[in-house]
């Protein structure tokens, strides 16, 4: 069982950056691969980044190529994710999700096991 908490949220204006965590509990957090997500109001909940269980794969949707990075520090059971030049169209709900074990990074929601509540992220134009 792996619990995950999400923090780092906030209301932010176009153009800023912001760190999103998430703190997963349990021993095993090094063998899960991890993905963050997003949810704006009236959309399905979309795929943002994944990262595979050792750290050495990532995987970005086109819309935030070049501006999110994901990251893991497995010392903190904790991954990240840097997002630089944001947009008002990053304006949703952030969820963070772990898949595994000794998995790879995926696009897709069913492959994810465990779920955090979210964090909701408001960029301001």
């Known amino acids: 069982q792996v619990q995950l908490v999400e923090s780092g949220g906030g209301l932010v204006q176009a153009g800023g950056s912001l760190r999103l965590s998430c703190a997963a509990s349990?021993?095993?957090?090094?063998?899960?691969?991890m993905g963050w997500f997003r949810q704006a109001p009236g959309n399905e909940r979309e795929f943002v980044a994944s990262?595979?269980?050792?750290?050495?794969?990532?995987t970005y949707a086109d819309s935030v190529k070049g501006r999110f990075t994901i990251s893991r520090d497995s010392a903190k059971n904790t991954v990240y994710l840097q997002m630089n030049s944001l947009k008002p169209e990053d304006t949703a709900v952030y969820y963070c999700?772990?898949?595994?074990?000794?998995?790879?990074?995926?696009?897709?929601?069913?492959?994810?096991?465990?779920w955090g509540q979210g964090t909701q992220v408001t960029v301001s134009s």
């Open positions: 999700a772990a898949r595994g074990p000794y998995s790879s990074g995926s696009n897709y929601q069913y492959e994810y096991d465990y």
């Open positions: 349990g021993r095993t957090f090094g063998r899960y691969a």
């Open positions: 990262i595979n269980w050792s750290g050495g794969s990532t």
